[in-house]
């Protein structure tokens, strides 16, 4: 069947509207590490799937799934030993406080307990967001999306705060300290609001990379500052991780990268390499507050196939030491792409965290002008050279390049060539 048929079927069953990249789709049938495979056999390097995170099909993951599936799969209200060997082999991964484990099916879900979690531990309902963030897509977690600072009512449970970079700053010509200072003033200024409208502050949620705000370059030591400033407030850090998390920054997780501790962490996306699998990581006492107040159950939740899926990634990032790749070709990209600045102009700012690299796309770099239109162009140029990437970021002009963590030298020297030629050729 033509792509012209199959996206006539799509809009018919889903309704117009439903999100596809490019402006020319294509029809993906197959998958294999690093590469993806149309109808007609043509490969794509996958440059944007972070879902898939130790390569697509990996052949330890799918056996596992197959033999666990063979075995057994059930609700999560009996006792199964491999469901709790995963969830603390999981809590062991992360900081020495956080060692009791939530396990959900989406990172929507994860959020919706974290949000939760904070609530019926400090009694209180305010929590601070940034101004460009992506939680989830219910009702309660989408409440945080992409919420500018001046549409807030003065009732709302929800602050958002400007995100913090460095690249367009919330005062031009301020020192990087100073914009520390200024950025942690946002967060005490929402803290304010909340008490000055009597509602009880509950926390901070945000991705500990600030990955849908572009992967910015943050002012020095502002998340930990943040992170102190907000349990002062009796409030609970929560590090949205379902982007970061996993080694896609070369550490197991952001928040280790931007060097603070959190409350609370939610996980979602790399975390069953496809399979619907996420969770909430945090202290004992708020996970146990939050079972007595909520009473949650998720009838897919710590199910023995998502433990056996599960535990099948961990084993592939440890055994195939994928963090050192990860920080290896990571370096290795925006050292490139670095250099291919000074021969374009729309290439504004290089930056990102290990195999999470953004390239700010502008009209000129004196005037920082975002461009979306033109990183639109060459991620539909790219696509036709072979290599797979989007555009993200809170002005739709960042190219996005998230590929699996398996992603190697072959692949990252192709997407440099075919880059290379895109942009020359559009310019």
């Not at 956080?98 to 904070?118: D, F, H, P, R």
């Not at 990032?317 to 920080?327: H, P």
């Not at 990437?389 to 996005?400: D, F, Q, V, Y």
């Not at 699996?404 to 192709?414: I, N, R, T, Y």
Request: net charge negative; hydrophobic share 40%.
């Amino acid at each position: 069947m033509s792509t012209t048929d199959l996206f006539a079927r799509r809009e018919e069953i889903f309704g117009a509207g439903a999100p596809l990249f490019y402006t020319d789709p294509i029809h993906i049938v197959r998958g294999e590490g690093a590469w993806l495979f149309d109808d007609d056999g043509r490969r794509y390097v996958d440059m944007y799937n972070n879902v898939p995170c130790v390569g697509h099909c990996h052949p330890h993951v799918v056996e596992a799934m197959h033999k666990q599936a063979s075995t057994l799969n059930v609700h999560s209200r009996y006792l199964h030993e491999g469901v709790l060997d995963y969830a603390e082999r999981l809590a062991n991964l992360h900081a020495d406080p956080l060692t009791s484990v939530v396990i959900t099916c989406t990172g929507t879900e994860a959020n919706e307990v974290a949000l939760g979690m904070a609530r019926a531990a400090t009694g209180g309902r305010g929590i601070i967001c940034t101004d460009a963030t992506y939680h989830g897509n219910s009702e309660t977690v989408g409440k945080l999306n992409r919420l500018p600072t001046s549409a807030v009512a003065p009732d709302s449970d929800v602050r958002s705060i400007p995100f913090p970079q460095l690249y367009r700053p919330i005062q031009e010509g301020a020192s990087p300290s100073e914009l520390t200072e200024l950025y942690l003033a946002q967060v005490q200024g929402a803290i304010e609001t909340f008490a000055t409208n009597n509602i009880p502050f509950a926390g901070m949620l945000v991705c500990s990379i600030f990955a849908n705000e572009g992967l910015p370059h943050v002012p020095p030591d502002f998340m930990a500052q943040a992170a102190q400033m907000v349990r002062n407030e009796g409030g609970l850090v929560i590090a949205d991780e379902v982007q970061a998390g996993f080694c896609r920054t070369g550490q197991w997780w952001g928040y280790d990268v931007m060097g603070f501790e959190p409350d609370i962490v939610s996980l979602g996306k790399p975390m069953g390499n496809g399979f619907p699998l996420a969770g909430v990581v945090a202290r004992p006492d708020l996970v146990e507050i939050f079972r007595t107040e909520k009473r949650y159950f998720n009838t897919f939740g710590a199910s023995p196939l998502q433990a056996a899926v599960g535990d099948a990634v961990i084993d592939v990032i440890e055994n195939e030491n994928l963090a050192k790749n990860v920080t290896y070709i990571g370096n290795y990209l925006r050292t490139e792409l670095a250099k291919m600045q000074t021969e374009c102009e729309p290439m504004g700012d290089v930056r990102g965290h290990g195999l999470f690299i953004g390239v700010d796309w502008v009209t000129d770099r004196e005037s920082k002008t975002a461009d979306q239109d033109g990183v639109v162009a060459v991620v539909n140029q790219l696509k036709d050279k072979g290599i797979l990437t989007s555009n993200s970021g809170p002005m739709r002009n960042i190219l996005k390049i998230r590929p699996p963590l398996v992603f190697g030298q072959e692949h990252a020297d192709l997407f440099l060539t075919a880059f290379d030629e895109a942009i020359r050729e559009l310019s």
